[in-house]
């Protein structure tokens, strides 16, 4: 009889019934040639908890309360349920460590895919979430039933502060709540931050007393972390109510950090997605975008890029429904990759659709997301051929059209500026 080697099996029990506090874990997962399901399951809850490759000499007999158990088992999605006491409190950095950590790397699996996980009660009273929630935003913004609006000036990097400022003004005067920095636009050469936030503030204010509304704007402060907490305590010495991060390449730490410090200067934070998709592009590896945006919830950020189906960037009607759903709603029941979730204390999160949209196609993204969103309208206001002011009232002409139940071609007889957004680029799907 060969002597018992690897102890994977150990860690697959299709009986069992997670505690009230385990952490239960959602996977896509698909074994290499020669390994069974059972195996590779093990493998997963394993190597993600408590084992290793092979059985040890001697153990303390608490280790096996701490195991994880892989206990259901559907086609090529699988449960893992996590132990409380595996985790420690409030660190995002060591959860995504075993989770989402060295089995990505494992020969015995072909492909692995974290979609969701379930945070019960006990984990979650460890994190702040979101300072201000959307009621809060717009109650700051006095905004009541319309989507938020914001645009980045375009193309995203190459103006001066100076230059950057106005386009940002004629966005404000056409209507936008927010000017957004996009993501590789910290501090240049040409454009430096301390300037652009000056520039800026001068602008605002001056779009704030020709309006009568209030403006403000999503000024990225991306840089080492200390840094950032300078650039942010700027933000709020200049009188700017957000900063923004981009939070993939920040690292969760980071995220963790201006989250604590953020919240006495009194910033929301805006999120920016940048590098997601080396990761959550893949169907079939890696960590999905909705479950990102569900830790980026967790830590604390006010709002995120969610996609748009319809624009210029990869990302399903279904996908997108379903991170709106992990940011905005308070309990979640499980549907499609989605597991139950009751949010408690943690407040909602704006989903932020952006990338390839123009007047045209701002009743689609309605369609999908409701007016609970920030619709970011870049390229498709600045390419109008009256330019950016006009972009902006097009783009808020296609919002009242849509949510007063007229066609945009039939809002256009009575607004010029929808009538020539929709002579350039009707309803084109970018690529």
Not at 76 to 90: Q, R
Not at 204 to 221: C, M, P
Not at 243 to 261: F, H, I, K, P
Request: charged fraction near 25%; aromatic fraction near 8%; include cysteine.
């Amino acid at each position: 009889m060969s002597k018992r080697v690897e102890w994977y099996l150990d860690f697959v029990n299709p009986n069992y019934k997670p505690a009230k506090t385990d952490l239960i874990a959602l996977f896509y997962f698909e074994p290499d040639t020669g390994i069974s399901v059972n195996e590779a399951l093990g493998r997963i809850a394993s190597e993600s908890s408590t084992g290793t490759w092979t059985t040890l000499f001697k153990m303390p007999s608490r280790m096996k309360k701490l195991q994880a158990t892989a206990f259901e088992h559907k086609g090529n999605t699988a449960k893992i349920a996590y132990p409380l006491d595996l985790w420690e409190n409030g660190n995002m950095p060591q959860l995504l460590s075993g989770i989402a950590g060295n089995i990505f790397g494992m020969k015995a699996l072909k492909n692995l895919k974290l979609l969701d996980v379930s945070f019960p009660q006990a984990y979650l009273k460890s994190f702040k979430g979101p300072k201000h929630g959307m009621q809060g935003i717009r109650k700051m913004m006095k905004v009541s039933k319309r989507p938020l609006t914001g645009a980045v000036p375009k193309p995203k990097i190459g103006f001066s502060a100076q230059e950057h400022a106005e386009i940002g003004f004629e966005t404000w005067m056409g209507g936008f709540d927010f000017v957004k920095d996009d993501e590789n636009l910290s501090s240049t050469s040409f454009n430096k931050f301390e300037d652009r936030v000056k520039f800026m503030t001068k602008f605002r204010d001056k779009a704030e007393q020709l309006t009568g509304d209030k403006k403000d704007a999503f000024i990225n402060i991306t840089a080492e972390t200390e840094v950032m907490k300078k650039r942010a305590k700027m933000l709020a010495d200049y009188g700017w109510k957000y900063c923004m991060m981009d939070v993939v390449v920040s690292g969760t730490a980071s995220v963790q950090t201006l989250r604590d410090y953020t919240d006495d200067l009194g910033l929301a934070i805006h999120a920016h997605r940048a590098m997601h998709a080396t990761f959550d592009r893949n169907p079939k590896h890696g960590l999905s975008m909705q479950f990102l945006a569900k830790i980026m919830r967790l830590i604390g950020v006010t709002q995120i890029h969610a996609g748009t189906a319809v624009g210029k960037l990869v990302g399903s009607k279904q996908e997108v429904l379903e991170i709106a759903d992990t940011l905005r709603e308070q309990k979640i029941k499980e549907h499609g990759t989605l597991l139950n979730q009751d949010w408690q204390h943690i407040k909602s999160a704006f989903p932020v659709s952006s990338g390839g949209l123009h007047p045209g196609l701002v009743p689609n993204v309605l369609d999908i997301y409701g007016n609970e969103l920030v619709l970011l309208v870049s390229g498709g206001i600045h390419g109008h051929p009256k330019g950016t002011r006009a972009g902006a009232k097009a783009s808020m002409q296609a919002i009242e059209a849509h949510n007063s139940g007229y066609t945009l071609e039939e809002y256009a007889h009575t607004h010029l500026e929808l009538k020539q957004a929709l002579e350039k680029w009707g309803h084109l799907k970018p690529k």
